[in-house]
C-alpha cells in the first residue's frame, strides 16, 4: 500500500531550465507535505514543505504547488543548477499514536541537471 | 551543533549475528524514528520513539527491537540478522512540540548494512 507516489524514478533536465517533480498521495489525513532531497552517503536534508489549508509555498529557486482535489503535489526548480543532482523524496506528514508525527516516504526521484 | 549521528556508517554482519546501531541527537528533540531504504521503496519507517523509556512500531518493525533508556539516543538492534535485512538504515528526530509545529525532521547520515 503505497501511500505516496513518485512515478517519475528519474528526470534529466538541462541548467537553467525548470526541473518538476511531481507526486501523488492517496491519504486524505495528510495535512503537511515536505521534499527533502538526498546526495550519495548522506541523510536527507529538508528543502521545502507545504501546509494541506495551502496551495503554494515559495522558497528562493524551490517552488511547491498543491493540489488537494487530484491529491497531487509537485516541486518546481527554477532555474534549475549542477549543485540540484540529487535523489528527491516527497514525504506526507501523518499523526501516529501518542501524538508523534509520521513521514510516509515516496520511493525518490533522481534529479540530473546536465551543463 | 553535530545534529544526528549515526554509528557505525557501514557493516557487514552473517546471517544469524546480532548488532545494534546507535543514533545520538544533540538538539533536544522529544521524538526519534529509524527508517530503512530499500531500492525503489523510500524509505519505511521501523520503529519510533516520543520521549524516553518509550518506543513503538512502525511500519516494517518484524526482526528489530529498539531502546530509548536516555532522550538523546535511539538504539536499533537485530537480534539475528537475515539477507532481507540488507539496507541503508536512517535515524531522525523532531522536536514534538504538538500538531502545529513544523514537522520537518532532522536525517543521520546513514548506516550502510550487509548481511550476507
Known amino acids: 500500500d503505497q501511500q505516496v507516489k513518485q512515478n517519475s524514478p528519474s528526470l534529466s533536465v538541462q541548467e537553467g531550465r525548470i526541473s518538476i517533480l511531481n507526486c501523488d498521495y492517496t491519504?486524505?489525513?495528510?495535512?503537511?507535505f515536505l521534499w527533502y532531497k538526498k546526495y550519495p552517503a548522506e541523510g536527507p536534508t529538508f528543502l521545502i514543505s507545504i501546509s494541506s489549508i495551502k496551495d503554494k509555498n515559495e522558497d528562493g529557486r524551490f517552488t511547491v504547488f498543491l493540489n488537494k482535489s487530484a491529491k497531487h503535489l509537485s516541486l518546481h526548480i527554477v532555474p534549475s543548477q549542477p549543485g540540484d543532482s540529487a535523489v528527491y523524496f516527497c514525504?506526507?506528514?501523518?499523526?501516529?499514536?501518542?501524538?508523534?508525527?509520521?513521514?510516509?516516504f515516496g520511493q525518490g526521484t533522481r534529479l540530473t541537471i546536465n551543463p | 551543533n553535530a545534529g544526528v549521528t549515526q554509528t557505525p556508517k557501514f557493516r557487514v554482519l552473517k546471517t544469524g549475528q546480532s548488532m545494534t546501531l546507535l543514533c545520538a541527537q544533540d538538539?533536544?528533540?522529544?521524538?526519534m524514528y529509524w527508517y530503512r531504504q530499500d531500492p525503489g521503496m523510500g524509505l519505511r519507517l521501523i520503529h519510533y520513539?516520543?520521549?524516553?523509556?518509550?518506543?513503538a512500531k512502525g511500519e516494517v518493525p518484524d526482526g528489530y527491537n529498539v531502546s530509548r533508556l536516555k532522550k538523546q539516543n535511539f538504539l536499533l538492534g537485530l537480534e539475528s540478522a537475515a539477507p532481507s535485512q540488507t539496507s541503508v538504515y536512517f535515524c531522525?528526530?523532531?522536536?514534538?512540540?504538538?500538531?502545529?509545529?513544523?514537522?520537518?525532521?532532522?536525517f543521520g547520515q546513514g548506516t550502510r548494512l550487509t548481511v550476507v
Open positions: 538538539m533536544n528533540h522529544e521524538y
Open positions: 520513539s516520543v520521549g524516553e523509556g518509550t518506543t
Open positions: 531522525a528526530s523532531s522536536p514534538g512540540l504538538g500538531r502545529a509545529w513544523n514537522t520537518e525532521a532532522f
Open positions: 491519504n486524505s489525513m495528510f495535512d503537511y
Open positions: 514525504a506526507a506528514s501523518a499523526i501516529v499514536g501518542e501524538g508523534a508525527q509520521k513521514l510516509v
